[in-house]
């Protein structure tokens, strides 16, 4: 016998009601998702090397101890900030959505 997943009755009945929708573009896209797959590849994810203060991207190799541009000469009340994406176009736009729209 083959166990099938449980299905939220409610979660199941508002799907077929209000099928989920990317929050960008309006497409289709799975259950558990926010983005379609095209939106999605227009963000910026934050990958190594960065800022450990501020979590800045930059280009090569950060040796040692580095303070960005950012940090230098700022007075930080904060030991690290980490962001997973850049703040840029799509990003951007949800995150004020969320932010002054209240609509996400």
């Known amino acids: 016998?083959?166990?099938?997943?449980?299905l939220d009755g409610i979660g199941a009945i508002a799907s077929l009601l209000y099928p989920p929708v990317c929050t960008i573009c309006g497409a289709n896209v799975r259950a558990s998702e926010y983005l379609c797959d095209q939106c999605e590849a227009k963000t910026a994810r934050v990958i190594a090397?960065?800022?450990?203060?501020?979590?800045?991207?930059?280009?090569?190799a950060i040796t040692g101890t580095f303070t960005c541009a950012n940090c230098a000469h700022r007075a930080i009340h904060f030991d690290t900030a980490v962001a997973a994406y850049r703040s840029r176009g799509i990003v951007r736009q949800i995150i004020h959505t969320f932010k002054y729209g209240h609509q996400i």
Do not use: I, N
Not at 1 to 6: F, H, R
Not at 49 to 60: H, L, R, T, V
């Open 49 to 60: 090397p960065f800022c450990q203060k501020c979590s800045e991207p930059f280009e090569g």
């Open 1 to 6: 016998m083959v166990a099938l997943p449980k």
